[in-house]
Each structure stands twice: as C-alpha cells, then as structure tokens.
C-alpha cells in the first residue's frame, strides 16, 4: 500500500474510532442502565420464563456466532489486499475484488447483529431506554434505517449520525442483492440501475463508502467489547436494582468466570429479592 493510501485509511480509523466514542459516551450519561445493557448485549430468549423467571438474558452471544464466519473472511481480505503496496481495482483480478467488496458491503448492511446495535444505540441516546428484543427483519429496510437509526442519531446531535447518513446507500445493496449493477472498467465507474435510471458511482467513491463501513462495524464492536471487559473484571455490582421489562428486579454483576483452563470476564443478571 502507498503511502498516502495509508494515510487516508489511517485517518479514517481515527476519525471513526473517535465518533463511535462519542456515540459511547452519550449512551452512558443519557442513560446508564441502557449503556450496561448495551456493552452487556441484553436479549429476550422466550421460553426461559419458566425456568428462571424472565425471558431476559445477558451476554447473549448468538448474534456474534451467526456473524462470526462474515465478519473473519472481511477482515482476512482487508489485511490481504489493503497490506498490498499501491493495491487498487487493475489487473486481472482487480474487477473481482470490487465485486467481492460489494457483496461484503451488502452483507455488512444487512447484518442483523449490527442492526440491532445500532438501533439500541439509537434507541438510548434519544431518550427512549435499551430495547430488549430488538427487531430488524424489516420489509421496508430504507425507510425503518432512516427513522430506527440514522434520524434519532443525528438527531441526537452525534456525529454517528451522519457518518450514518454517508456510509448507508440502500442503491448500492440493492443493486448488489439484485443483480441491478454493471462495471465500466475503462472509467472506473460502478453503474446501477434504479427505478428512476442509471446511477453511477465512481471506483474511488465506493471504496471510501466501502472502508468507512467497515471500519465502523469492526470499531464499535472493539470498543463495546473493550467496554464489557473493562467492568466484568470489576467483579462487583454494576448498576442499581432496577426491572426487567417482565417486571422482575434485577442486577447486573460483573465477574470472571473459568472457561476451561481461561478466565472469561463476564456479565450476570441477578434476581433480587424485594422488600416486603
């Protein structure tokens, strides 16, 4: 990779990193519960009622799991193409690594693990507290990302929002999903057919589009695990009694559990015993 390629990925990184951050920052004095929940990945299992008393989990990891083999493969060609020196879309190869990175962008908007985290995020900074079973198998995908995540973000006055606002193009993974889309080698250009015609988008353009997505997911989800670390090894309790949405008082502790020969730091929901 030249240099001055490095340079801009590099800034993207910090420039990123500080956003989310902030983003982070504004979870936990908006609401300090929510933002535990959050870093802690709190869900609705239905079912557990019956056994524990609440269908409300913590570290719930399944999310993670179903991504895990994606998000691995996206960073692997990261770190295989952009380690190249002056890496771009030439050569033999070079039109199928902008095919390879369209789908991965595609995928990466339609992560359900990513939707859910950013329309928790979006859920608390505006005031409206964690959102335990969060839903986004959605019909109308581009209406539900403006009015579920890009708009109370920005909203918000975080700057999430509108790196939200930039990375986000539904034409692109549309296009993707649909086979809608047809490559200009000769002008570098990315063509996409729409109801209303033909839009086209420059190699460079989609590439800064493609990297900022990327790095957005990867980074939120380094800091939200740094975050849950950092008070799982606390091994204390870490917020107030407060209620699951079924209604039962709860803690949160944080703890390292063994994991096999490894200490795991972790969360636990604790059911607390109300005065009569």
């Given at each position: 990779m030249n240099n001055e390629h490095a340079k801009t990925i590099a800034n993207y990184i910090k420039n990123i990193s500080q956003i989310i951050q902030e983003a982070f920052n504004k979870m936990y004095e908006v609401d300090y519960i929510s933002y535990v929940l959050y870093i802690g990945r709190a869900s609705i299992m239905p079912g557990l009622k019956a056994l524990t008393g609440t269908d409300c989990v913590i570290d719930n990891l399944i999310d993670i799991f179903n991504d895990e083999t994606r998000t691995k493969f996206y960073l692997r060609y990261l770190r295989r193409n952009y380690s190249k020196d002056g890496f771009c879309y030439y050569g033999d190869s070079g039109i199928d690594d902008l095919h390879v990175e369209l789908m991965i962008y595609a995928h990466l908007w339609d992560s359900h693990y990513f939707l859910k985290s950013l329309t928790r995020l979006a859920s608390i900074v505006s005031g409206k507290g964690y959102i335990w079973d969060a839903q986004v198998n959605w019909w109308r995908k581009e209406k539900k990302m403006q009015d579920c995540i890009i708009i109370p973000i920005k909203n918000s006055g975080l700057e999430l929002g509108n790196l939200l606002e930039q990375c986000y193009r539904?034409?692109?993974?549309?296009?993707?999903?649909?086979?809608?889309?047809?490559?200009?080698?000769?002008?570098?250009?990315?063509?996409?057919r729409t109801d209303e015609g033909i839009l086209t988008l420059k190699f460079d353009e989609?590439?800064?589009?493609?990297?900022?997505?990327?790095?957005?997911?990867?980074?939120?989800?380094?800091?939200?695990?740094?975050?849950?670390?950092?008070?799982?090894?606390?091994?204390?309790?870490?917020t107030d009694v407060f209620k699951t949405p079924d209604g039962l008082p709860v803690q949160v502790y944080g703890e390292m559990v063994k994991r096999g020969k490894t200490l795991c730091p972790e969360f636990r929901l604790v059911r607390v015993k109300e005065d009569d």
């Open positions: 539904h034409e692109i993974r549309n296009a993707f999903a649909h086979s809608q889309y047809s490559i200009d080698a000769s002008r570098r250009l990315i063509c996409i989609f590439q800064e589009i493609f990297l900022k997505s990327v790095i957005l997911m990867n980074k939120m989800e380094n800091l939200l695990e740094r975050n849950h670390d950092a008070a799982a090894q606390m091994q204390t309790p870490i």
